[in-house]
């Protein structure tokens, strides 16, 4: 049996988010973007299911749930010091 799994290239990918390739790039080095498959040496592919996560985690009812989910972070990254 195998598994279908929908790859969509970088530029694809920052498309579908809405933003620049380079933002895509750029998110990719610092480890803010989307989770991301390397297929070889120079070639990167985006899961549509990690596209849509990322998505989800940044996803917020209103300000105030954004605001106390950001000071959770940071207070998770303090006690990790």
Do not use: Q
Not at 14 to 43: F, I, K
Not at 46 to 51: F, Q, T
Request: charge should be positive; charged fraction near 25%.
């Amino acid at each position: 049996m195998t598994t279908s799994v929908a790859l969509l290239a970088p530029a694809e990918a920052a498309r579908a988010l809405g933003v620049s390739l380079r933002s895509l790039e750029r998110w990719r080095t610092t480890g803010h973007g989307p989770a991301y498959v390397r297929m070889g040496p120079r070639r990167i592919a985006y899961r549509e299911a990690d596209l849509t996560a990322w998505l989800e985690a940044r996803a917020f009812a209103h300000r105030a749930a954004e605001a106390a989910a950001s000071a959770a972070s940071d207070r998770g990254k303090g006690a990790a010091r």
